[in-house]
Every structure is written in structure tokens, then in C-alpha cells.
């Protein structure tokens, strides 16, 4: 039995996809079904059910999976504990971030983190899914460490500090009725337009959270999935939305109006997270360190 047979295992175990197990790995597919033959013949045992509803793992795939995470593990560890003793880390970690998020400087952090550790290579992803579709891939493996947004305050089953917070204002055009208000409830917004991100961004979720909490139906006529286009839409008069005082400082708010929400606390809160449940490589927690470094000492640990 090789190791290479239990991380394919453990691969398909995690996504319960041969498909996605294989681009987990970066293998074509037929290479990862047959490594699994390989390994169900040599225990002599079936692994996995295979059939047109997906795959599930059999009574003995259920009793492997611990071993064979454990053996993992221990194989990594050994390896990081020589890499350590001779003074180096190494590896690849997979970082995904959302769109227009600058909270944290990244070109800074490489630069650091190739002058710390010049054998570790991050690889960038963008959300596509937004911070829903980033936590998703934490859990799948398909993440090493992420910049995301928990609307409903950090998982359990996920690592996480806060990184930063801000209010999210109510933008609108600067002739719009509402432009001269200091604040306005969320009933008064009702029957109103808003431009906002797809489902599972996480500002979309704090505000749709707050509608909800509040009885108030909101139609979104605008989905954009870089939230930074907001404002040109809302210039616009495409609707009405909400944004953050950093991004607002970035782009500019000519030609808008900000109004505080009265009823509700709008807050967004931006997370740097990784596997609670996997055991992290050095690599991966030499990055998420320098992320914690990063972290302005005004920002709380919740």
C-alpha cells in the first residue's frame, strides 16, 4: 500500500467525486479510478458505492478513512519536521480572496513571506462563489487559507481571526430622496430597487439577514460580483445599495449620498480562515501567521 493510494482515497472520500477528486489532485480522472482498483484489491474490499446517484463510501471505506488520514498526516509531519530541522519550509499554499479587498496587502505579504521563507509558493483564487463558495473550498481541501466574510460569526469547524470591520452605509444617487437623511429605517427602504452581490457574498448575506430579521421584502434588480462596481451603478440609477467606508474611500463617492441604517447594525467582517478539522502544513500556517501579523492592533479578536 503506497501513500499516493490513501491521499487518492482521501480525496475522493472528502468531495465523494471521482471528477472533483481528480482535479483536487490535478490527475485525469481513469488515474484516480485506477489507483482506488488498485487499493480495493490489495485490502480486498470495496471502498466505495459507486452508482447514478454519486459515490458514498462502503462499511470499510468508513473504517479505513481515520487510518488513513492518520497515516497521512504522520507522513506530512515527518517530512515537515526534517524541512524544520534543516532551517526550511516549504510547500504550496492556495489562498482564496474576494474581489476588491484590500484590507490586507498581499504584494506586501509576499514580500515578507519570500524573505521568511523563500520555499513556499501561494497561489491565488477569487471568489466565484463568494465568501459561501470560499468556505466551501476550505472544507473540500480545495482552500489551504482564506479572506472571507462569516455573516453570522466564524464556524466551528473553521480556524478564523477577525481582520477587519466596517459599517455598511446605505448608498444612493446624490438626487435621489433619501440623499439629504442622516439615517433612514429599513421599512423605509421597502418597494425600493437595490444593486448587491450574488447569493452567498457576504455582504449580500449581512443585508439580507437584516430584511429579513425586520419583515421588509427587498428586490435585488442588479446582481454585480465585483462589489466595487456598486457605486457606478447606483451613480447611475440602477437601484440603491450598501457599501463599506473602505471601498467608498477607494473608488470615491462622487455623485452619491451615504445614509446610516437606524435599526439594524450593517456590519462587514472580513475573516482570515483555514481548516479547523485538518491538520495545517507549516507552509499554510506560515501564511496565515503573517496574515495575523498584518492585523491592525484596533481590531478585536472576535
Given at each position: 500500500m503506497?501513500?499516493?493510494h490513501?491521499?487518492?482515497?482521501?480525496?475522493v472520500?472528502?468531495?465523494?467525486s471521482f471528477?472533483?477528486?481528480?482535479?483536487?489532485l490535478?490527475?485525469?480522472?481513469?488515474g484516480?479510478?485506477?489507483?482506488i482498483k488498485?487499493l480495493?484489491?490489495e485490502?480486498?474490499a470495496?471502498l466505495?458505492?459507486?452508482?447514478?446517484?454519486?459515490?458514498a463510501l462502503?462499511p470499510?471505506?468508513?473504517e479505513?478513512e481515520?487510518?488513513a488520514?492518520?497515516?497521512v498526516?504522520?507522513?506530512?509531519?515527518?517530512?515537515?519536521a526534517?524541512?524544520a530541522r534543516?532551517?526550511a519550509?516549504?510547500g504550496?499554499v492556495?489562498?482564496?480572496?474576494?474581489?476588491?479587498?484590500n484590507?490586507?496587502d498581499l504584494p506586501a505579504l509576499l514580500?515578507?513571506?519570500?524573505?521568511r521563507?523563500?520555499g513556499?509558493l501561494v497561489?491565488?483564487?477569487?471568489a466565484?462563489a463568494?465568501?459561501?463558495?470560499l468556505?466551501?473550498?476550505?472544507r473540500?481541501?480545495?482552500?489551504?487559507?482564506?479572506?472571507l466574510?462569516?455573516?453570522?460569526?466564524?464556524?466551528?469547524?473553521?480556524?478564523?481571526r477577525l481582520?477587519?470591520?466596517?459599517?455598511?452605509?446605505?448608498?444612493v444617487?446624490a438626487?435621489?430622496?433619501?440623499?439629504?437623511r442622516?439615517s433612514?429605517?429599513?421599512?423605509e427602504?421597502?418597494?425600493?430597487?437595490?444593486?448587491?452581490?450574488?447569493p452567498?457574498?457576504?455582504?449580500r448575506?449581512?443585508?439580507d439577514?437584516?430584511?429579513?430579521?425586520?419583515?421588509?421584502?427587498r428586490?435585488?434588480?442588479?446582481?454585480?460580483?465585483d462589489?466595487?462596481t456598486?457605486?457606478?451603478?447606483v451613480?447611475?440609477g440602477?437601484g440603491?445599495?450598501?457599501?463599506?467606508r473602505f471601498?467608498?474611500d477607494?473608488?470615491g463617492?462622487d455623485?452619491l449620498a451615504?445614509v446610516?441604517?437606524?435599526?439594524?447594525?450593517?456590519c462587514?467582517?472580513?475573516?482570515?480562515?483555514m481548516?479547523?478539522?485538518r491538520?495545517p502544513?507549516?507552509?499554510?500556517?506560515?501564511v496565515f501567521?503573517?496574515i495575523e501579523?498584518?492585523i491592525?492592533?484596533s481590531v478585536?479578536?472576535?
Amino acid at each position: 500500500m503506497e501513500l499516493r493510494h490513501l491521499e487518492y482515497f482521501l480525496a475522493v472520500a472528502d468531495h465523494l467525486s471521482f471528477t472533483r477528486a481528480a482535479k483536487r489532485l490535478h490527475v485525469v480522472q481513469s488515474g484516480v479510478s485506477a489507483t482506488i482498483k488498485a487499493l480495493e484489491r490489495e485490502l480486498g474490499a470495496d471502498l466505495f458505492v459507486r452508482g447514478p446517484a454519486g459515490v458514498a463510501l462502503t462499511p470499510a471505506g468508513r473504517e479505513l478513512e481515520p487510518h488513513a488520514r492518520a497515516a497521512v498526516d504522520a507522513a506530512r509531519a515527518g517530512k515537515e519536521a526534517v524541512a524544520a530541522r534543516l532551517g526550511a519550509i516549504s510547500g504550496t499554499v492556495k489562498l482564496g480572496t474576494l474581489m476588491s479587498i484590500n484590507n490586507v496587502d498581499l504584494p506586501a505579504l509576499l514580500a515578507d513571506l519570500r524573505a521568511r521563507h523563500p520555499g513556499v509558493l501561494v497561489q491565488f483564487r477569487f471568489a466565484r462563489a463568494g465568501s459561501a463558495g470560499l468556505a466551501q473550498q476550505l472544507r473540500d481541501g480545495d482552500l489551504d487559507v482564506a479572506l472571507l466574510v462569516f455573516p453570522d460569526g466564524p464556524p466551528p469547524d473553521l480556524h478564523s481571526r477577525l481582520v477587519a470591520a466596517f459599517p455598511l452605509l446605505l448608498i444612493v444617487p446624490a438626487g435621489h430622496p433619501l440623499a439629504g437623511r442622516e439615517s433612514v429605517a429599513l421599512a423605509e427602504l421597502a418597494g425600493m430597487s437595490f444593486v448587491d452581490g450574488p447569493p452567498g457574498y457576504g455582504d449580500r448575506a449581512v443585508v439580507d439577514r437584516a430584511f429579513a430579521a425586520a419583515g421588509v421584502e427587498r428586490t435585488v434588480a442588479l446582481e454585480v460580483a465585483d462589489i466595487a462596481t456598486t457605486a457606478t451603478h447606483v451613480r447611475n440609477g440602477l437601484g440603491i445599495g450598501f457599501l463599506s467606508r473602505f471601498i467608498l474611500d477607494e473608488i470615491g463617492d462622487d455623485g452619491l449620498a451615504t445614509v446610516r441604517i437606524s435599526d439594524y447594525d450593517l456590519c462587514w467582517r472580513l475573516y482570515v480562515a483555514m481548516s479547523a478539522t485538518r491538520p495545517p502544513t507549516a507552509a499554510t500556517r506560515a501564511v496565515f501567521s503573517l496574515i495575523e501579523e498584518m492585523i491592525p492592533d484596533s481590531v478585536g479578536p472576535a
